[in-house]
């Protein structure tokens, strides 16, 4: 069974940082690109980061680009969200997700293979 379980969310002031982590077990993601896509209440999913699988390539939104840093350990099936400089609007569920096509995870959101279930992140002013 496929899983990915992402931790580290929490409540954290307007400033401040955090780092989430999302653990896959299952299967091996070799050749998956990994992201991360968040949530808000009310709101359409939308995306946030993904990395290659060397680790070599990273892409972001541009609201969190240059605040928020995607990285991934191969060997621990991980990978990691450390968001700094937090802002109330980043306050969001945020899903770890896992996909081949570099496109569907930037783009079409809703046929992304793999999903976690969601860690909260909730950023007060």
């Known amino acids: 069974q496929v899983q990915l379980v992402e931790s580290g969310g929490g409540l954290v002031q307007a400033g401040g940082s955090l780092r989430l982590s999302c653990a896959a077990s299952?299967?091996?993601?070799?050749?998956?690109?990994m992201g991360w896509f968040r949530q808000a209440l009310g709101k359409e999913r939308e995306f946030v980061a993904a990395?290659?699988?060397?680790?070599?390539?990273?892409y972001y939104s541009d609201s969190v680009k240059d605040r928020f840093t995607i990285s991934r350990d191969n060997a621990k099936n991980t990978v990691y969200l450390q968001m700094n400089g937090l802002k109330p609007e980043d306050t969001a569920v945020y899903y770890c997700?896992?996909?081949?096509?570099?496109?569907?995870?930037?783009?079409?959101?809703?046929?992304?293979?793999?999903w976690g279930q969601g860690t909260q992140v909730t950023v007060s002013s």
């Open positions: 997700a896992a996909d081949n096509a570099l496109a569907t995870m930037k783009d079409r959101w809703a046929a992304v293979g793999y």
């Open positions: 299952g299967r091996t993601f070799s050749g998956y690109y």
């Open positions: 990395i290659s699988w060397s680790g070599y390539y990273t």
